[in-house]
C-alpha cells in the first residue's frame, strides 16, 4: 500500500506533506524525531516547515496511522508501523529496534476481563544492541 492509499485508509485527506511524511514514516524504520523527518523532506518541499511536520504527526497520531515513542527521553520518536510490537533502544548508539510482541499478554487478559479497553500498549526495553555489545568486546 503506498503512502496516499494508507491514509485514505485512515481517513486522511492526502496533501503533498501529508503524502512525503507518511511516505517517509513507511519507507524509513528508524523511528525518526521531527527534526530528522525535517531534514530529510525541505529539500525537495521548499515550503515545509518543522511546524507543519509536527501538525501533520500529530494528526497522523490522532486518526492512528502513526505512533509517538517516548522511549528516548530527549526527543518524540515516530513509527509509521502501527501493528503491536516493542521497541528496544540501546543506550550505546541510540538506535530503535522494533522488538516482536505476543499480541495478547496474561496482563491484557486480566484488564479486559475486568473491564478495561486497551486502545494502545507501549513496551520499551533498554540496554545494549548486538553491534555495540561485538564492538565493546573487539576493544
Known amino acids: 500500500m503506498n503512502a496516499y492509499e494508507y491514509l485514505l485508509s485512515y481517513n486522511i485527506k492526502p496533501s503533498v506533506q501529508r503524502i512525503a511524511i507518511m511516505d517517509y514514516l513507511l519507507k524509513h524504520h528508524t523511528h525518526p524525531c521531527i527534526d530528522e523527518i525535517y531534514l ?3 529539500k525537495d518541499i521548499p515550503t515545509l516547515s518543522k511546524t507543519t511536520v509536527y501538525n501533520t504527526l500529530k ?3 490522532e486518526h492512528g496511522a502513526a505512533r509517538m515513542l517516548t522511549i528516548d527521553e530527549r526527543n518524540a520518536c515516530f513509527d509509521g508501523d502501527t501493528s503491536m510490537h516493542a521497541h528496544f ?3 550505546a548508539c541510540g538506535k530503535i529496534y ?3 510482541m505476543e499480541p495478547e499478554s496474561e496482563e491484557i487478559e486480566s484488564l ?3 473491564g478495561f479497553q486497551i486502545e494502545e500498549t507501549h513496551h520499551y526495553y533498554k ?3 548486538p553491534e555495540c555489545r561485538e564492538k565493546k568486546h573487539e576493544n
Request: some cysteine; overall charge positive; aromatic content about 6%.
Open 59 to 61: 494528526l497522523f497520531i
Open 127 to 129: 540496554g545494549i544492541c
Open 98 to 100: 522494533d522488538i516482536p
Open 89 to 91: 533502544q540501546c543506550k
Open 112 to 114: 479486559s476481563k475486568n
Open 40 to 42: 530529510a523532506l525541505c
